[in-house]
Nanobody, 118 residues
Framework: QVQLVESGGGLVQPGGSLRLSCVGS????????MGWYRQAPGNQRELVAR???????NYADSVKGRFTISRNNARKMVYLQMNSLKPEDTAVYYC????????????WGQGTQVTVSS
């Protein structure tokens, strides 16, 4: 069992930056591929970025070059540094943990709102 709690969302102007954090508790953190997803009103939840226990990451095309995902396995933390934010980045951002050996084992945080607006 893994519990996830996100923080760091808020209101930011276009071009600004935010750093989201997600802290995990429970099972061995390094056994999980960690991801950030987002869901805007009326849209499906979509992958933003993922990172393996070893640090290999991948990103949605829409955020490449602007967002950076990182993790600290010892502290059970995963981060999403978001730069050059755009209004279309506005969404609820969710932290996800997927077991590396069983993709059906999935955990979600409660989400944190990010609003990009002037």
């Amino acid at each position: 069992q893994v519990q996830l709690v996100e923080s760091g969302g808020g209101l930011v102007q276009p071009g600004g930056s935010l750093r989201l954090s997600c802290v995990g508790s429970g099972s061995t953190f390094s056994f999980y591929v960690m991801g950030w997803y987002r869901q805007a009103p009326g849209n499906q939840r979509e992958l933003v970025a993922r990172i393996t226990g070893g640090g290999t990451s991948n990103y949605a095309d829409s955020v490449k070059g602007r967002f950076t995902i990182s993790r600290n396995n010892a502290r059970k933390m995963v981060y999403l540094q978001m730069n050059s934010l755009k209004p279309e980045d506005t969404a609820v951002y969710y932290c996800n943990a997927q077991h590396v050996r069983n993709a059906t084992v999935n955990y979600w945080g409660q989400g944190t709102q990010v609003t990009v607006s002037s």
